[in-house]
């Protein structure tokens, strides 16, 4: 930024200063988003330079040094872990290179977000996964630039994997295999990834010519655990009058478990059921049957984040959608 008194638009930092009654400090430190200041003070200052049409648009970025990668605690899991592990070393490798010191944090809508974020002092977070929008308000409101990744929310800047082509290509590839009835086990469709695997699934029947049943796709209950839920999700599928004869899971853990469900109901994989995951997890090769699984360059998801903080400016909001690959093992050819 310039120095204090330097003219912007016609309005210095001292012209706010007097309007808003503090320092010229106080001011500079509000407008760079450094600590110090609770946010009464910052978003006072914030209003004060818009209503007297300080320009923004001009001020210097500050250089990242400090970076903090937020993980929700429902993905803080063994389930999770294969996923988002290589996601954050992506973001510390890249975050290496430029010499940002990259700080983790796995946190919840009841742990006090701000303030545990506060002993951080990041110059700019990432999100990975899903948050509930009442605490991306809360981070918002810290001032600091934020990207989501493998989560996707308007006025938000994002890299996501292709989810649905991904869930596309699965379905597609399990009726090119002569599948007539493809179920699909998913979790909650309040996250981003899923719902839009479960938009690939469906988008892959209809041009198939296939009409969607709605009994052949199984949530899993609320309020277990994935290998719980995933297990029970695949014994419903299989109890119907007319069991499907290949699943697309929303992601390879459930896809592993759902294998071993079947081949505990003495069903072969795949001559009687051909399974399909999605991530392309460290696991997904370690089965009874290698799984079919579409493949997510997941430390490449993480790099993307760092860089899209680095090159971007404060009010783009920019969206990156990395490709997905479908890679075809045991699980689904004989």
Known sequence: MRAAGATQGGVTIRDIARAAGVSAGTISRALKNEPGLTEVTRQMVLETARDLGYDFCKLRPKRLRRLTFLLHRQHNTASSSPFYSPVLHGAEEACRKQGIVLSFMAVGPADGLVDQLRMHAPDAIVCAGFFEPELLT?????????????????????????????????????????????????????????????????????????????????????????????????????????????????????????????????????????????????????????????????????????????????????????????????????
């Open 138 to 334: 809360a981070l918002r409101a810290t001032g600091k630039p934020i990207v989501l990744i493998d989560m996707k929310l308007r006025g938000y800047s994002s890299v996501n994997p292709d989810n649905m082509m991904g869930g596309y290509l699965a379905t597609r590839h399990l009726i090119e295999r002569g599948r007539e009835r493809v179920g699909f086990i998913c979790g909650s469709l309040s996250h981003y990834s899923i719902r839009e695997r479960a938009r690939g699934y469906r988008q892959a029947l209809f041009d198939a010519g296939i009409l969607a049943d709605p009994r052949l796709e199984a949530p899993l209950p609320d309020g277990v655990e994935l290998e719980q839920g995933a297990w029970e999700a695949m014994e419903a599928l299989l109890a119907l009058p007319k069991p499907p004869d290949a699943v697309f899971c929303y992601n390879d853990s459930a896809a592993l478990v759902a294998m071993r469900c079947c081949l505990a109901k003495g069903l072969k994989v795949p001559h009687d059921v051909a399974i399909v995951g999605f991530d392309d997890i460290s696991t997904a090769v370690l089965g009874h049957r290698p799984l079919t699984t579409l493949r997510i360059n997941k430390k490449e998801l993480g790099a993307l984040g760092v860089e899209l903080l680095l090159n971007g400016r404060a009010d783009d909001v920019v969206e990156r959608v990395a490709p997905v690959e479908l890679v075809v093992r045991a699980s689904t050819v004989c």
